[in-house]
């Protein structure tokens, strides 16, 4: 690889050497410099046009993680140009816009046999880290699976967005939402507003979101909810029961990640309903559920986890047809050297995405 590759070229149009944020622990960000490797067999030098902020981050930047330990390169949802292919590459060529997903499956275990590829221990336990940077890596069991050239027309920004949208569309595809159904969302968070998207590109009829924040409230009706409900006011609950003529939500999504927004979540479905437990609680918690109501009347817990190849190809298709308007979810902007102002803005909830371009 040519070595003029690893230095790219400032805000001045002066050359600097590549760099790539380290976490180090809680609250500790630090930008160092960073010599991208020459990709061997099967991988993929992708040079960082956009990086996207998450939730995950946000959570380990604030305690750390379960499943990274610390120091660890930083940042999962990106976008970029390929500065570099290893040897047996043929789908992509350098200058090509690329898309991928941080994680694959292995192909060949228990769960990826069984169509569970979700479940399987590599998509889980290999997730590529190190987007909050000039450069990537991408490994070749990736670039096999989940890595996509990006079409000439889709921003960076959105293609970035490939990773949570697949998730969104996993649990779509469990749900199986109708479009004449009344669907309610709890949580008015990024991944909140990704679900509305989603349905509403969908057809579906009546998409309610119910959240906490002024802002996020605004958001949700700026980015096409039929209905927005402030979940901090007395009368939310009664409001979510006149849905769908008094009966209730046909689907409830719950997108917090908190054991509020399930136990609301499965208090306000309908007789019949689904229910969609979308957002991992912390570690240990336990929910009390009501055996009355789930067998009378007849509940469905669904809880989607992660996403499979087929749901990454989905969410592809999805952001290549331009018919989500996904761009709209992204409202911050910053440099990489700005990279912990950008915690503090999702700390005070300033931003839904923040994209983080080198
Ligand atoms: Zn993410
Ligand atoms: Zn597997």
Not at 3 to 31: D, H, T
Not at 57 to 62: E, G
Not at 104 to 126: H, K, M, S, T, Y
Not at 298 to 318: C, G, M, Q, S, T
């Amino acid at each position: 690889m040519n070595s003029a590759r690893m230095i790219k070229a400032n805000g001045n149009g002066a050359l600097a050497p590549a760099r790539r944020a380290v976490l180090k622990a809680p609250g500790v960000l630090e930008i160092q410099p960073f010599t991208p490797p020459a990709p061997g067999p099967g991988e993929v030098l992708l040079e960082v046009r956009c990086a996207l902020s998450c939730g995950t981050d946000l959570k380990t930047w604030r305690r750390g993680h379960p499943m990274f330990r610390l120091p660890t390169p930083f940042g999962h949802e990106f976008s970029g140009t390929v500065a570099a292919v290893g040897e047996g590459i043929e789908r992509f060529q350098v200058g090509d816009g690329l898309m991928a997903a941080p994680t694959a499956p292995c192909g060949r275990c228990f769960f990826c046999d069984r169509g569970q590829e979700n479940l399987c221990a590599d998509a889980v336990g290999r997730m590529l880290m190190g987007a909050y940077a000039d450069f990537i890596l991408l490994p070749a069991y990736i670039v096999a699976r989940n890595a996509f050239r990006k079409p000439a027309g889709l921003p960076f920004e959105e293609a970035a967005l490939l990773e949570p949208l697949a998730c969104v569309v996993h649990a779509h595809e469990m749900a199986k939402p109708e479009p004449c159904e009344s669907v309610l969302i709890v949580g008015a968070g990024p991944f909140g507003l990704l679900h509305l998207l989603v349905l509403k590109a969908a057809g579906i009829h009546e998409v309610t979101v119910v959240g906490r924040g002024a802002q996020r409230l605004a958001w949700a009706g700026e980015l096409g909810a039929d209905r927005v409900i402030d979940a901090a006011r007395d009368e939310a609950a009664a409001e979510v029961a006149r849905l769908n003529g008094g009966i209730g939500p046909d689907l409830v999504i719950e997108a917090t990640g908190q054991l509020d927004g399930w136990h609301d979540a499965l208090a306000r479905v309908r007789r019949g309903g689904r229910v969609v437990l979308f957002g991992g609680c912390p570690a240990n918690t336990v929910l009390n559920v009501d055996t009355r109501r789930m067998h009378y009347d007849n509940l469905n817990l669904l809880a989607p986890f992660h996403y499979r190849p087929r749901d990454v190809k989905r969410a592809f298709e999805l952001l290549a047809s331009r018919r989500l308007g996904a761009g709209r979810i992204v409202n911050g902007r910053r440099r990489l050297a700005d990279l912990g102002e950008v915690f503090a803005m999702l700390d005070h909830g300033e931003v839904l995405k923040c994209a983080i371009i080198p």
